[in-house]
């Protein structure tokens, strides 16, 4: 078992494994270098927070109801081939996280029940 294993299950909160690459690259982004179990929890709950408001933001794209900045951002990523996708995410990592997420749900409701939005 790895240390991202353990930090993973002595706080409890599962990510998938999309989930928890991008909660990495964030969580430098926003508190250093590295990452330890005392600050895990906290961190990965903020994450979440983020990630549910990044699905909700590709919910109201999805139904013509988002603002101009995020109908322009979604839209962009979901024009966007793989490399300037990756740009994208040096910005903006949890909402093309939640796009990709998204992209590889097996049905649009099925995606938007798991995280409890529809």
Do not use: C
């Not at 600050?39 to 990965?44: E, G, L, N």
């Not at 040096?90 to 099925?110: D, Y």
């Amino acid at each position: 078992m790895n240390d991202d294993s353990i930090i993973v299950n002595q706080v409890g909160l599962h990510l998938t494994p999309m989930e928890w690459i991008t909660f990495r690259n964030w969580a430098k982004l926003e508190g250093g270098p590295d990452i330890d179990s005392t600050v895990a929890m906290s961190k990965i709950r903020e994450f979440k927070v983020e990630l549910k408001q990044a699905v909700f933001d590709l919910y109201l794209w999805q139904h013509k109801d988002a603002d101009h900045f995020t109908a322009r951002l979604f839209g962009l990523i979901a024009k966007a081939d793989l490399g300037n996708r990756l740009k994208l995410a040096l910005g903006f990592p949890i909402e093309v996280l939640a796009w990709l997420l998204w992209q590889g749900a097996p049905s649009e409701k099925e995606f938007f029940d798991n995280y409890k939005l529809k």
